[in-house]
């Protein structure tokens, strides 16, 4: 259900106007973050003291986190591990990668090739660390940039966004220690839209 709070609708404020309709004293707040144009699962905090045991303790409590990419081009390795050192340019707010510590973050991601043709790629994404853009440098890194992505060097906008879904959220809870695993199935008709995949 669309909210728009002046010129802008954000997760957050849907989300926020949704839980003041059972109660005006409901709050969210906001554990991680995903880029504005990325789908998928997003976690929330219904009370402050959680948003920050979660946010402090994420590495820990977060066990699983994949992703679906519409990249440009035929990635020809089936499978793969990209590790390398972002560091973020002020200027720009782009983040360069580095293939020797160059004092940044050790971004490790690994990826598989789900469908492809001579045109894109639909690959399944694994985070192993969780850095400022990690996806998008690393696909532009090995020259698959994720679609739509002009900042990292796409050219193509066949789904008018870019092209990346947050499929699965997997965790322990913090205080019960029971385990969640959220998925969310892809937007089919955005990113499916190529019949002639291999």
């Given at each position: 259900?669309?909210?728009?709070?002046?010129?802008?609708?954000?997760a957050?404020?849907?989300?926020?106007?949704?839980?003041k309709?059972?109660?005006?004293q409901?709050?969210?707040?906001?554990?991680h973050?995903?880029?504005?144009?990325?789908?998928?699962v997003?976690?929330?905090?219904?009370?402050?003291?959680?948003?920050?045991?979660?946010?402090?303790?994420?590495?820990?409590?977060?066990t699983r986190?994949t992703?679906i990419?519409?990249?440009?081009?035929?990635?020809e390795?089936n499978?793969?591990t990209?590790k390398?050192?972002?560091?973020?340019n002020?200027?720009s707010?782009k983040?360069h990668?580095?293939?020797t510590?160059n004092?940044g973050q050790?971004?490790?991601?690994?990826y598989k090739?789900?469908k492809s043709?001579d045109?894109f790629?639909?690959?399944e994404?694994?985070l192993?660390t969780?850095?400022?853009?990690q996806i998008?440098v690393?696909m532009a890194d090995?020259?698959?940039p994720?679609v739509?992505?002009?900042?990292?060097?796409s050219?193509?906008?066949?789904?008018?966004?870019?092209g990346?879904?947050?499929k699965?959220?997997?965790?322990?809870h913090?205080?019960?220690q029971e385990?969640?695993?959220?998925?969310?199935?892809t937007p089919?008709?955005?990113?499916?839209l190529?019949?002639?995949?291999?």
């Amino acid at each position: 259900f669309p909210v728009t709070i002046g010129e802008e609708t954000t997760a957050f404020s849907i989300l926020k106007n949704y839980v003041k309709k059972s109660s005006m004293q409901n709050r969210i707040f906001v554990v991680h973050r995903i880029d504005r144009e990325t789908s998928g699962v997003i976690m929330f905090a219904k009370e402050r003291h959680v948003q920050l045991v979660l946010q402090e303790n994420w590495h820990e409590i977060i066990t699983r986190r994949t992703y679906i990419a519409l990249v440009e081009g035929k990635v020809e390795k089936n499978s793969d591990t990209i590790k390398t050192y972002l560091t973020e340019n002020e200027k720009s707010t782009k983040m360069h990668s580095s293939n020797t510590d160059n004092g940044g973050q050790l971004a490790v991601t690994h990826y598989k090739v789900l469908k492809s043709n001579d045109h894109f790629s639909l690959l399944e994404i694994e985070l192993e660390t969780g850095r400022k853009n990690q996806i998008r440098v690393h696909m532009a890194d090995i020259g698959h940039p994720i679609v739509g992505d002009k900042k990292y060097g796409s050219i193509n906008s066949p789904i008018g966004r870019v092209g990346l879904h947050a499929k699965t959220l997997e965790f322990t809870h913090p205080d019960t220690q029971e385990k969640f695993r959220f998925n969310v199935d892809t937007p089919k008709s955005k990113f499916l839209l190529y019949r002639d995949w291999e």
